[in-house]
């Protein structure tokens, strides 16, 4: 957040608030998708699976914060968030309807309804909010150095 501003930041704040229930514990999707991982019988401490799963599983996880720590990548961050945001809706049905199919109950597709729901607004603010004013609200990035900008090494 701190490498936003304006409309650009407001939709990014926007988005988050839902992220972690609008201040309502019980909505977090962190808390929500909890119980779905005990719904359907699998463990849900923190990180439970980081060594069980290949390394591409965290791989979007992994770009995210790689975009987010360096400030050139600013761009990048807003076009995966908002990429991610404005298309996750469809997956998010497939996931409930095929956990309503195979019997589970709505304590495990609620993470899911809700992502649904949440992602047909998220979709708009991402779009036109976030990515749509982020080249005209976010300060350009420092430029890199050159390569022939540095001075060669002196010989000894």
Do not use: C
């Amino acid at each position: 957040m701190p490498r936003l501003t304006g409309r650009a930041k407001a939709a990014l704040i926007e988005i988050q608030a839902d992220e972690y229930g609008g201040g309502r514990v019980e909505r977090m999707y962190s808390v929500l998708f909890a119980a779905t991982m005990r719904g359907v019988g699998l463990d849900d401490r923190y990180g439970a699976y980081v060594g069980a799963v290949p390394a591409i599983t965290l791989a979007s996880f992994n770009t995210m914060s790689l975009f987010g720590l360096n400030r050139r990548l600013v761009g990048a961050l807003v076009g995966h968030l908002a990429a991610f945001e404005m298309t996750s809706a469809i997956s998010n049905r497939l996931y409930a309807d095929g956990f309503q199919r195979l019997g589970f109950d709505d304590a495990v597709t609620e993470y899911f309804d809700e992502q649904v729901e949440a992602d047909a607004v998220h979709e708009q603010i991402a779009g036109r909010d976030l990515a749509g004013s982020s080249p005209t609200t976010t300060p350009s990035p420092s430029p890199s150095p050159s390569p022939t900008s540095r001075s060669a090494p002196t010989p000894a």
